[in-house]
Each structure stands twice: as C-alpha cells, then as structure tokens.
C-alpha cells in the first residue's frame, strides 16, 4: 500500500475531473449544446478516463459514478460554464487580441492540467493495485487521454490524441515516472505533485512550440 495516498488519490481525481469537465463544457458551448448536453459533456470529459482506468482494474462499480465528490466536481463545472460562457464572451469581444481569452487556448491549458493529474493519478491507482511497471504506466496514460478522447468523439471532432501537439508522450513520460519513483521508494505526495507539473510544462511547451510525434510522409495531398 503506498504511503499518504488516499487523500492524495482524493485531491487529483477531484482537480482532474474538474478541470477535463471545464474543458468538456466548453466545448459543449462551441458545438451549441444545451445545459444537458453541456452537463454530459463535462461528465464524460472528467470522468472518462478514470471509468476506462477502473474498469481495465477490476474497480467495480467505477469511482466515477460512485463517488459524489467526482460527479459533483463534474456538475459544478458544467453549471459554471453554462452560467458564464455569456460573460466570458462579452470579456473576449472586449479584448479580442489576447490569446488567452480564446476558448480554443482555455481548452488546451484546461487539458494540459487534466492530463497532467490524470497520468499521475492513473498510474497511482493502478500501483495500488499491484499492477506491474508496464501496465500502471499504460493505465496511467490511457487515464490521462481517456476523458479528451470521448469528449472530442462525442463533440465529432478528431481527438486531439490522435493530430494534435505532443499529447499522450506527456501523459506516458509522466506515469513512467511515477512508476520509477515508486520503484525507487522515492514516492510522496511531493514528488506525485511534482510529476503533475512536469507533465503540465511539457504539454504546454509542446503547444507553444507547435511540437508534434513524427507523421508518415505522403507523396500526394490528401482531399
């Protein structure tokens, strides 16, 4: 059983959710959905991923739909977006030059901050679980993009694992480094925060840069 991990486990599902299901909300307004279809896509956006990390370990019922703090965390964020999108948009008109009032800026920087505490997270549970170095590292990545790629799928848009900048080596170097660190007896609430900054500045840089995994070359354009 790794040490002081409970509430820590608490604390990165709540802030992972939370900030996946922002991003999922927003995204719901740019597609014109209503509050439900809002709400839903906050909800499969923040919990998404850990429902697929719960279910490849055997966590039944998920603690997505078990746990309250999760679906509240998800709600609140749905409900806030939905509340202040109109506000959000008068402040953007105002200052229509400045990138971080974009929305597409707010939902990379919400999913690099999801991303980030979900690798953790994903890789920590799974550890908990005795699950072997591979398979936590695995879980903990697939944890991380779970929730975007659902998100984007149910929004019919191409999920931004699959075209964006550097998205799932973040989350994978990530885990792998949680997994390390357990392996070293170097693991703490510390060190766990610390690889969810890593992973952040990593995503980040990778979308400030335009940083992107190799892609196959084409002799001829594509329609």
């Given at each position: 059983?790794?040490?002081?991990?409970?509430?820590?486990?608490?604390?990165?599902?709540?802030?992972?959710?939370?900030?996946?299901?922002?991003?999922?909300?927003?995204?719901?307004?740019?597609?014109?959905?209503?509050?439900?279809?809002i709400?839903?896509?906050?909800?499969?956006?923040?919990?998404?991923?850990?429902?697929?990390?719960?279910?490849f370990?055997?966590?039944?019922?998920?603690?997505?739909?078990?746990?309250?703090?999760?679906?509240?965390?998800?709600?609140?964020?749905?409900?806030?977006?939905?509340?202040?999108?109109?506000?959000?948009?008068?402040?953007?008109?105002?200052?229509?030059?400045?990138?971080?009032?974009?929305?597409?800026?707010?939902?990379?920087l919400?999913?690099?901050?999801?991303?980030?505490?979900?690798?953790?997270?994903?890789?920590?549970?799974?550890?908990d679980?005795?699950?072997g170095?591979?398979?936590?590292?695995?879980?903990?990545?697939?944890?991380?993009?779970?929730?975007?790629?659902?998100?984007?799928?149910?929004?019919?848009?191409?999920?931004?694992?699959?075209?964006?900048?550097?998205?799932?080596?973040?989350?994978?170097?990530?885990?792998?480094?949680?997994?390390?660190?357990?392996?070293?007896?170097?693991?703490?609430?510390?060190t766990?925060?610390?690889?969810?900054?890593?992973?952040?500045?990593i995503?980040?840089?990778?979308?400030?840069?335009?940083?992107?995994?190799?892609?196959?070359?084409?002799?001829?354009?594509?329609?």
């Amino acid at each position: 059983m790794l040490t002081d991990t409970a509430s820590l486990q608490t604390v990165l599902d709540v802030v992972g959710v939370l900030v996946f299901a922002l991003s999922g909300a927003i995204v719901a307004v740019r597609r014109g959905l209503d509050l439900f279809g809002i709400l839903v896509l906050g909800w499969v956006a923040g919990l998404g991923g850990g429902i697929i990390r719960d279910l490849f370990l055997g966590i039944t019922p998920p603690v997505a739909v078990s746990d309250w703090r999760l679906l509240a965390a998800a709600v609140t964020a749905g409900l806030g977006v939905f509340l202040l999108h109109g506000t959000w948009e008068l402040a953007s008109a105002a200052r229509p030059h400045a990138r971080w009032r974009r929305v597409s800026h707010v939902v990379r920087l919400l999913d690099a901050a999801g991303l980030a505490v979900f690798a953790v997270s994903g890789s920590l549970v799974a550890l908990d679980r005795s699950a072997g170095p591979l398979a936590a590292t695995l879980i903990g990545g697939i944890t991380a993009v779970g929730g975007g790629v659902l998100r984007d799928v149910l929004a019919r848009q191409v999920p931004e694992v699959l075209q964006r900048e550097l998205y799932a080596v973040p989350a994978l170097a990530g885990a792998a480094l949680v997994v390390l660190l357990h392996h070293l007896g170097a693991l703490s609430p510390l060190t766990a925060w610390l690889c969810v900054g890593l992973v952040f500045v990593i995503r980040v840089v990778a979308v400030a840069l335009d940083l992107n995994a190799p892609r196959a070359l084409r002799s001829t354009p594509t329609e």
